[in-house]
C-alpha cells in the first residue's frame, strides 16, 4: 500500500556556470525563512574548465563529507548545476540519497548557446554531445524521485528553451524574461517551495497472516 509522508529534508542547492553559491541569496533567505535547512558549495572552477562529471564529484564529496549517511536530501540544480546534480544522481549515487529533484532552466538537451565556447564543460553542454546523450539514455531512472523540471520559454541562455524540458517526472514553466531571474521571482521560488514540500510516497508491503505461513 501506499503511504504519504510529510518529511522535510536538507536542501542542497547547486549553482550554474561563471556562478558562486551566492546566486542563491534570495532563494536561500526565502527557504529558511519557510523553516528549511539549506546548503551550498562553489563548484571549482566554475566556468566550464572542467567536465560536468569532475563538479559532479564535488558534489558527492560534499554531501558525504556533510550529511550522515542516512540522511536523504533535496536537490536544487540551477542552469549548468541541474546538469551536474543530474551526473551526481543517475552515476554516482545520488539517486540512493536525494527525495527531490528540482532543476532550474537546465538544458538537459544542450543549449548552442555552450557553442561559444570550447572549454570542456560548454562542450558537454552542447545539443547532441556525447555526455548528455548518456545522461539521456537512462533518465527514466529519475522517476524513482520527486523529480520536478522548471523552466522558461523565454530564456536565452538555454536555445532552445525547451531543452529544458525533461520526459519524466513533473515539469512547470515559469513565464520569466531573464536567465538568472528565475531564482528570484516570486512565482520561481514559490513553485520550487511547492515541489520541495511534496509529501514523499512510500510503499509499503502489508502481509496477511496466510503469506507469513
Known amino acids: ?53 569532475e563538479l559532479a564529484k564535488q558534489v558527492a564529496d560534499y554531501v558525504t563529507a556533510t550529511f550522515a549517511p542516512e540522511q536523504r536530501l533535496d536537490l536544487v540544480g540551477f542552469s549548468m548545476g541541474g546538469i551536474v546534480s543530474r551526473y551526481y544522481v543517475q552515476r554516482l549515487g545520488g539517486i540512493n540519497r536525494v527525495q527531490r529533484f528540482i532543476t532550474i532552466s537546465s538544458p538537459h538537451y544542450g543549449t548552442v548557446v555552450a557553442y561559444g565556447s570550447q572549454r570542456p564543460g560548454c562542450l558537454q553542454m552542447r545539443p547532441d554531445s556525447i555526455f548528455l546523450k548518456d545522461l539521456n539514455s537512462d533518465a527514466v531512472m529519475l522517476g524513482q524521485l520527486d523529480f520536478t523540471s522548471i523552466w522558461t520559454p523565454y530564456d536565452l541562455m538555454i536555445v532552445p528553451a525547451n531543452s529544458s524540458q525533461m520526459p519524466v517526472g513533473s515539469q512547470v514553466i515559469v513565464p520569466v524574461t531573464l536567465h538568472p531571474w528565475m531564482l528570484t521571482d516570486p512565482r520561481s521560488l514559490a513553485i520550487v517551495t511547492a515541489a520541495l514540500a511534496k509529501p514523499i510516497k512510500l510503499i509499503k508491503n502489508s502481509v496477511s497472516n496466510q503469506d507469513a505461513c
Open 1 to 53: 500500500m501506499n503511504i504519504e509522508i510529510q518529511q522535510r529534508n536538507p536542501v542542497l542547492l547547486i549553482h550554474g556556470i561563471d556562478d558562486t553559491e551566492a546566486v542563491f541569496h534570495k532563494m536561500r533567505a526565502y527557504f529558511i525563512q519557510r523553516g528549511w535547512s539549506v546548503y551550498s558549495l562553489n563548484l571549482i572552477p566554475n566556468n566550464g574548465v572542467v567536465g560536468l562529471d
